[in-house]
């Protein structure tokens, strides 16, 4: 296909995987953020939350790397969860630098109220696949992530060059 093309082609929202990942990664937010936010949690804040029951104590800066957001929005989303009362912030006293992002007692009890949340979430979305299909998409939304991840801390190009 050549580039006017395939233009034309991804033109169509039905064509574009990026719109088409875009709308599922709402819907998925949406229906997560139904089920947690009876619980005080936000879409963006479970984010976080997921990332720290893994690994609690993580330095701001990780955690915005493993969330994938940027650090100003990290900062914000993390002003958020402290004062929900699900995380407090220490300040490292091997680097004052380093700020580790801990979750408090409560953060740590909702883990069992809301991982069900998101696989139930996880098997609306996949109703009507097989396993087989499952571990094909997961492994082709894995490829399709790796070859983005050059792009997302390359620099803007420029169109008029």
Known sequence: MDKATAADFYADPNNSIGYLSRIAFRSFSRALERRTLP???????????????????????ELSRRVGMREPTTVTALKSLE???FVRRRQSEDDRRKIHVFLTPAAK???AVLAPCVAEVN??????????????????????????????DAPPTDASA
Request: proline share 3%.
């Open 83 to 85: 004062k929900s009362g």
């Open 109 to 111: 009890k909702l883990q």
């Open 39 to 61: 619980h005080g949690v936000t879409a963006g804040q479970w984010r976080f939350l997921r990332v720290l029951w893994r690994e609690d104590g993580l330095t701001q800066r």
């Open 123 to 152: 098997g609306i979305a996949l109703r009507g696949l097989s396993p087989d299909e499952v571990a094909t998409l997961r492994r082709l939304l894995q490829h399709v992530g790796r070859n983005l991840a050059p792009e997302v």
